[in-house]
């Protein structure tokens, strides 16, 4: 095997060690794992238990403007859309995309990655502003979880206004 196709195969053997492949499923992970990879102990989990939580179902003959911002997280008060959950936790507890847990592996990687996000970034996560505060909508709804429940100060997005307020 020549030298390029030797690290060619080494580089891909690295991402399906990194993202822990077997058989095509991704490792799961119970709600403790998520928890310990995030760095949230048990005062912290109560914490994010008894932050504000709302749950709206605004359509989009409601939405506005959109425009790119940089939001405070401590404004991010909820999420949009049919989930049946009460809180941050259970919706941390819920997220169904175990590959964001393999691809950031620790809350630092994760900040890392947040940190380096702009404007320019095709995949940036959606939110409705409601009255100055804003929920989580669509795109980007395992990522602003994680990002509240790990105390992220801001985070870019995508923002839409809704029409009737």
């Not at 049919?82 to 994760?110: M, P, T």
Request: glycine fraction near 8%; charged fraction near 30%.
């Amino acid at each position: 095997m020549t030298p390029i196709i030797q690290v060619g195969m080494k580089k891909i053997a690295d991402l399906i060690n990194k993202l822990n492949i077997t058989n095509n499923k991704q490792k799961e992970y119970c709600d403790e794992d998520r928890l310990r990879l995030l760095g949230i102990d048990d005062s912290m989990a109560e914490k994010i238990r008894d932050m504000k939580f709302i749950r709206t179902d605004n359509d989009e003959g409601e939405y506005g403007e959109t425009y790119y911002a940089v939001i405070s997280i401590d404004k991010l008060v909820g999420i949009n859309g049919r989930v049946e959950v009460d809180s941050w936790l259970a919706l941390l507890f819920k997220l169904h995309k175990k590959r964001n847990f393999d691809l950031f592996g620790s809350r630092d990687n994760f900040k890392s990655y947040v940190n380096n996000l702009n404007k320019a970034c095709d995949d940036l996560p959606h939110v409705l502003d409601v009255g100055g505060e804003y929920v989580v909508n669509g795109n980007g709804k395992h990522r602003l979880t994680i990002a509240k429940c790990i105390g992220i100060n801001q985070f870019p997005v995508i923002v839409t206004t809704l029409n009737n307020l």
